[in-house]
């Protein structure tokens, strides 16, 4: 799978896909996809996401709420959140629903 930023947008909503199993100690959480033995690390902020992804959210959301707990602009965030969904769609810890070229 190719990365292709521009199939996520504000209106795309986004959710963890039923695959991976995950553990948090403290503020980093541990991803494992079971179907490619594949491990993930994840930091604070990648940790808040991943917990915002537990249900379906739109990433315009997803972006505004982590903005605002981490107080930084949602245009300074923005681009970091759609490069890390993409790396969770290529890892296949994520699924894309509506608003998406392949919806």
Do not use: C, Q
């Amino acid at each position: 799978m190719t990365k292709d930023p521009a199939r996520i947008r504000d209106e795309t909503v986004v959710t963890r896909s039923d695959a991976p199993l995950s553990t948090t100690i403290e503020d980093e959480t541990v991803l494992l996809n079971p179907d490619s033995g594949t491990y993930h690390g994840l930091n604070e902020v990648g940790t808040r996401v991943w917990t915002h992804l537990e249900s379906p959210v739109s990433v315009g959301e997803l972006e505004t709420v982590v903005a605002d707990e981490h107080d930084v602009a949602e245009a300074e965030l923005g681009p970091d959140i759609r490069a890390f969904l993409e790396d969770l769609l290529e890892a296949d810890l994520i699924e894309l629903r509506g608003a998406t070229d392949d919806s």
